[in-house]
């Protein structure tokens, strides 16, 4: 049996997104990699918590994943997988560093490349239930 991918509503993961100032991200990654590890031990990441850590690098592994995971199951998959972790990561890189408040907010806003895939997961989770 699969074990189920870590999802929350579109809403919260927004506000917990935001409120937490992107640690919420981290944390989606670390346990959406950590699931993929425990159904797939020779495909899963090594160290889920490093690359949840530098998820803005790693996001593509993760969500490819998903989306893999998908596709095996036959949902219906229409993410652009390399586009939404590039998307990520300059959402990410462009927060890092500034002192400009506008920039600081695009950051904060990184959530929005993950939705996508989070609403994947839950498609994925609606499949195993």
Known sequence: ???????????????????????????????????????????????????????PLFSCRCFKNISQTALELGVNNKAFVTILAFIYFLFFAVGVGNDNPFLTLVRLLAFIAILPMNNLAMKVNEKLS
């Open 1 to 55: 049996m699969k074990h189920k991918f870590f999802t929350v509503s579109p809403l919260k993961f927004a506000l917990l997104s935001v409120l937490t100032l992107t640690l919420f991200n981290i944390y989606w990654f670390y346990k959406n990699l950590s699931v993929f590890k425990k159904n797939n031990p020779k495909k899963g990441s090594r160290f889920p918590v490093i690359e949840a850590i530098f998820s």
